[in-house]
């Protein structure tokens, strides 16, 4: 079954460093997401992507975030300057259409901010 | 705004006993209704959807029912095994204007099913 990979699984970086979390959607899919869950909280939507630019974004979607399809098959989510509330699960999702409701997620990028 | 309300975990059970998960949400317009699972240390697994009223989503033995009228989406299963120990998350899924979906999730429910 295809599957979204996302890494690295853990990161670790220091506060005020940028960090690239790395994905890569299922190959057919046009629809990309980026998520995010605090430890202990809700799981978040931060972004959705189409057609090359952002289609929607939440307020926690700020200026020190960014995304980009730098290719044909990546999709990566920057954080110029960490801070240490951005210490979270970060969840990669492609759907293939607006209708296919099947969200396909990745396993997960742990952020650790110190 | 959309949300999603869930019942607080941890929820243990023996094997082979009922399960329900509580699920209420509040939307605009008629969104599709979901229920995701999480095993430990893996990513989020879609389990069942509902896309319309008095739909029923089921998957591995799990059912939920789309009730429009008590803006609720249950999950229930009639036996649970030590394999179903996981974190169960409700969400409603938004038609984006500008492409593709979002998904608004509950807290999520932590299930631990002990022999």
């Known amino acids: 079954e295809p599957e979204v990979t996302q890494t690295p699984s853990h990161q670790v970086t220091q506060m005020g460093q940028e960090v690239i979390l790395r994905c890569v959607p299922i190959s057919n899919h046009l629809y990309f997401y980026w998520y995010r869950q605090i430890l202990g909280q809700k799981v978040e939507f931060l972004v959705s992507f189409y057609n090359n630019e952002i289609s929607e974004k939440s307020e926690i979607f700020d200026d020190q975030f960014s995304v980009e399809r730098p290719d044909g098959s990546n999709f990566t989510l920057k954080i110029r300057s960490t801070k240490l509330e951005d210490s979270a699960m970060y969840f990669c999702a492609s759907t293939r259409g607006v209708v296919d409701y099947g969200y396909t997620f990745g396993s997960g990028t742990r952020l650790t901010v110190v | 705004g959309n949300s999603v309300t869930q019942m607080e975990g941890p929820v243990t059970l023996s094997e082979e006993a009922f399960l329900t998960i509580n699920c209420t949400y509040t939307?605009?317009?008629?969104?599709?209704l979901f229920w995701y699972v999480q095993y430990p240390g893996e990513g989020l697994q879609l389990l069942l959807k509902?896309?319309?009223?008095?739909d029923k989503g089921s998957n591995k033995g799990f059912e939920a029912t789309y009730r429009k009228e008590t803006t609720s989406f249950h999950l229930e299963k009639g036996s649970v095994q030590v394999s179903d120990s996981a974190v169960y998350f409700c969400?409603?899924?938004?038609?984006?204007?500008?492409?593709?979906?979002?998904?608004?999730f509950g807290t999520g429910t932590q299930l631990k099913v002990e022999l």
């Open positions: 969400a409603l899924s938004d038609i984006l204007t500008g492409g593709g979906n979002k998904l608004t």
């Open positions: 939307a605009t317009g008629y969104p599709s």
């Open positions: 509902a896309t319309k009223a008095d």
